[in-house]
């Protein structure tokens, strides 16, 4: 998950023009680029040459003037197929455990969803469907061209649909959709919300479900590290909202989580036209913009103070590990200079072992190595796992300073 879930991918469409793909507005302005950065950030390689070997792409963020919705105007679908795989749960984390868990019984108990089923769009291994189980749900769907089910993990009450969420497939029940993760890695928003919302008007009952990263929070923090060629669409509270309102559907309820990270939105078909709001909108929307422009400049403060900070940590003589083998340590690296002093990356999923993130070819080990390592710093990618890797690493016996992205940046 995202820190990065793999993509749900649909068909090739290349978003080569400017125009908005949320609300089709001509006028948008470009404000943040990446000249060139792995294809793929969740991905991870056997060796360190097939590693090194992903093609690079180029992110050009963009945001639009008339609706505030941000996307890279320079992505390309076909190209983020290429070495697109499933090896990006967090599921070994606790903390992120104890969050899925509960996040599973809330939507269950708030749409008594208790004996019904579920549809879940980009549904990976199936682990989102199987909490849904476990929590009373009777029956889910799953569906995502690259899914398949987890080993061990086979239960009658799953069924996956290895295929993109096309017109094909409007007809499956469910009582409700879920899609966590996937939305901003889908180019043609429009469209894909516009299948989403006939999905729903077929059982006015039906809800829909979505989690989402918060692009706000991206721009507000400066956190170029959350910037992945794979998320060439990036949502707020009220660009997410009039999108699903552009897609008639009627938004519930909304709200933040996981420490500010997420959305989280709650919808149905809508049962009365949406009211137009682009005027209300507008002092957001220019906001938006203004934030846009900041965040450009910030980035390249924060990317000057963070290699800074690795040249003053390799100094001490001892190696630099980085707490997650995942997405955010891809788009982090890809951003540095100075990249190569950092020595390994370790992580939680035993998936990631032993293996090498793309573009640098980045060692990943289990933490356990950091006793052997005995590494100077252990930069953590996500603030939101203080407390839990600081725990570990005590209980590890591992000597080291620990310190956050947010550290590195001043």
Not at 22 to 34: D, K, L, Q, V
Not at 269 to 289: K, M, W, Y
Request: net charge negative; aromatic share 6%.
């Amino acid at each position: 998950m995202a820190d990065g879930r793999t993509p749900m991918h649909t068909a090739s469409v290349d978003m080569t023009t400017t125009s908005c793909p949320a609300c089709h507005g001509e006028r948008t302005t470009p404000f943040h680029s990446i000249a060139a950065t792995p294809v793929t950030c969740t991905s991870i390689f056997d060796s360190v040459a097939e590693a090194r070997a992903v093609p690079m792409g180029r992110v050009e963020l963009a945001v639009c003037e008339s609706c505030g919705f941000v996307f890279n105007r320079s992505f390309d679908a076909a190209r983020a197929e290429l070495g697109a795989r499933y090896e990006s749960s967090q599921a070994a984390s606790a903390h992120f455990g104890q969050f899925a868990r509960g996040l599973a019984a809330q939507w269950i108990e708030r749409h008594r969803l208790q004996g019904k089923s579920v549809l879940e769009i980009g549904c990976g291994h199936g682990d989102f469907l199987h909490l849904m189980l476990g929590q009373g749900v009777a029956q889910v769907i799953g569906v995502d061209p690259l899914a398949t089910e987890a080993p061990g993990q086979a239960d009658p009450r799953l069924h996956i649909h290895a295929a993109a969420f096309d017109d094909d497939l409007l007809d499956l029940r469910a009582d409700a959709l879920v899609c966590r993760h996937t939305l901003e890695h889908i180019g043609p928003v429009h469209g894909f919300l516009g299948r989403v919302g006939q999905w729903a008007a077929r059982d006015p009952q039906r809800v829909v479900l979505f989690e989402l990263p918060d692009a706000h929070r991206v721009l507000a923090e400066g956190a170029f590290w959350d910037v992945y060629y794979e998320h060439c669409s990036y949502f707020t509270t009220d660009t997410l909202r009039s999108a699903f309102e552009r897609a008639g559907l009627e938004v519930l309820r909304q709200e933040l989580a996981y420490g500010g990270q997420y959305l989280l939105i709650e919808a149905r078909a809508a049962r009365a036209a949406p009211v137009d709001a682009a005027a209300q909108s507008a002092p957001r929307v220019r906001g938006l913009v203004e934030l846009c422009h900041r965040f450009g400049g910030e980035v390249q403060r924060a990317v000057s103070c963070c290699d800074e900070s690795l040249v003053r940590m390799a100094a001490m003589g001892r190696p630099i590990a980085v707490w997650q083998g995942a997405a955010k340590t891809v788009g982090f690296l890809a951003a540095l200079k100075q990249a190569d002093l950092v020595h390994c990356a370790v992580d939680l999923s035993e998936q990631r072992h032993g293996r090498f993130l793309p573009g640098t070819g980045l060692a990943v080990h289990a933490p356990e190595q950091l006793k052997a390592i005995r590494p100077g710093h252990v930069i953590l990618m996500n603030p939101v796992y203080v407390d839990e890797v600081r725990a570990r690493l005590v209980d590890m016996g591992v000597d080291t300073e620990l310190c956050t992205i947010a550290d590195l940046c001043g």
